[in-house]
Structure formats: structure tokens, C-alpha cells
């Protein structure tokens, strides 16, 4: 189960109030999400652990599919094998990025990928406006049952607090940023082997023109910890590359 629960802690759907855009005390954040009018040919941003360089990296690419009626983005998450863990498809709209589809790959015994529907209890992903104070609490939520867990199933639950401004340095240039506090759990329930939920706290910072650039997780004295941080980005092109070179 390490793998699986590794993936999933990164996955960023936050619960927001859906508002108007003239609500005072609201701050308008959408130019830190990924830019998404640049992105219709796709990207890989490639993260590693700012702690532990030695570390595999963790490669998420990104793209946009603008359709007639709608604007989406897509997030495939893959790791050091360079086979997608997790599948993400979400919608824009006025007031922010909603999520509409995630799929979760497991590989089973036979080195065969099983695909697994997730369930999203909250679709909202991103807020357009929040409160500059910092006192509203976005909510994510999404729950699954993976086949190496026949008998239980897992629910993902991340409370993000708006902790304003800040920068960041990539590529030597210094962006505006902006960024969150995170509180949630990973709450694991099995009929066989009993339940776990353990908890962490964490951070994620969003660059005006880059999108997410950090992510932490902290799960405690004595528990893992994670502090990725964008080190590239780079066509899926490169990324083929480099899995067959690993392939080899």
C-alpha cells in the first residue's frame, strides 16, 4: 500500500464556497494557477524532494483541452517507472477548476495495470477568490478502493487555509507566489486488517505563471516526510526519452 497512499497524498482537490466575484473581503488568485492557455500542447513539470536530491523525482504532466462548450485540464501523475498512477480531468469555470474524473493504476502480480474509478465527494479543485484574512478553510475529499484493498477502502481528506503572499526562486528568476496550509488524514478502512487514519500537516505554494511549484507533507515524528519542488519543465517528448532509457 506505500505506493498508492504515496501518490494520493499529492492529490490537491480543494472544496470551495461557490461566491460572487463582487463578495467583499475576496481576493481574485486565478493568475497563480497553471496557465492554462499556455499549456494546450501539454508540459511535464518534473518535481524532486528539496531535502533528499538522491531521491526519484515525481513527474506530473500537464495539459488543456479547450472544447466548444468548455475549458479542461488534464494532470497525469507518474512515477520513477514512468507508468501513470493517477488520472486527472477538470473543468474551468467563473469561479474556479472543478474537478469532473480521477482514475487511480494499480499494477497487479502480473505487471498488468488495473484502472480504478475514484470517487469525488467534492469536485471543486481551486478557488478563484479567497478570503485575504485567511479564515476560510477549503475542504478536499475523495474516496476509493484499490484491488490490493478487496476488503476496505480509502478516504483522502486535505483542509487548506490561504496564507497570502510570498515568492519563489525557479530557473534563477524570482516569481510572486502565493501559498497554503494543509491539515488532513488518510483515513484506511479493511474489514481484515482493522483501520488506520494517520494524519499530517503540510504546505503548497503557487507561482504567478507556473502554477504549483512546492509541495510538503508531514506526517509526524517518527513518520515520513516529503518537500518536493519544481526543478523542470519540459515536452512529454522528453519524458518518453527518458522511460526508454530506463527501459533498456
Known amino acids: 500500500m506505500k ?15 461557490i461566491t460572487s466575484c463582487q463578495d467583499d473581503g475576496l481576493r481574485d488568485i486565478r493568475d497563480y494557477y497553471f496557465p492554462l492557455r499556455e499549456l494546450t500542447d501539454g508540459l511535464v513539470y518534473e518535481y524532486r524532494d528539496a531535502q533528499h536530491d538522491a531521491l526519484a523525482a515525481d513527474y506530473w504532466y500537464y495539459r488543456v483541452l479547450p472544447t466548444d462548450s468548455a475549458y479542461y485540464f488534464t494532470k497525469a501523475y507518474y512515477q520513477s517507472d514512468f507508468l501513470p498512477s ?9 469561479n474556479g477548476i472543478l474537478l469532473r474524473n480521477l482514475y487511480l493504476f494499480e499494477t497487479d502480480s502480473t505487471n498488468q495495470q488495473q484502472q480504478v474509478i475514484g470517487e469525488v465527494i467534492s469536485s471543486n479543485v481551486f478557488p478563484f477568490q479567497v478570503k485575504e484574512d485567511g479564515s476560510e478553510v477549503y475542504i478536499y ?3 476509493f478502493q484499490l484491488p490490493s484493498q478487496p476488503h476496505g477502502s480509502t478516504t483522502i481528506l486535505i483542509n487548506r487555509q490561504f496564507q497570502g503572499d510570498t515568492t519563489y526562486t525557479y530557473e534563477e528568476q524570482e516569481y510572486p507566489a502565493i501559498h497554503f496550509s494543509l491539515s488532513g488524514s488518510v483515513d484506511q478502512r479493511d474489514s ?11 504546505q503548497e505554494i503557487y507561482a504567478k505563471g507556473l502554477g504549483l511549484v512546492f509541495y510538503a507533507r508531514d506526517y509526524g515524528e517518527g513518520a515520513p516526510s516529503f518537500q518536493h519542488q519544481l526543478v523542470d519543465r519540459y515536452p512529454m517528448t522528453e ?8 527501459w533498456e
Not at 497512499?5 to 492529490?11: E, G, P, R, T
Open 239 to 246: 519524458l518518453e526519452k527518458k522511460a526508454q532509457e530506463s
Open 141 to 143: 475529499q475523495v474516496r
Open 86 to 94: 493517477s488520472l486527472y480531468r477538470e473543468e474551468m469555470v467563473n
Open 192 to 202: 481484515i486488517i482493522g483501520d488506520i487514519e494517520p494524519r499530517f500537516t503540510g
Open 3 to 17: 505506493t498508492n497512499i504515496y501518490f494520493l497524498f499529492f492529490a490537491s482537490i480543494t472544496l470551495f464556497p
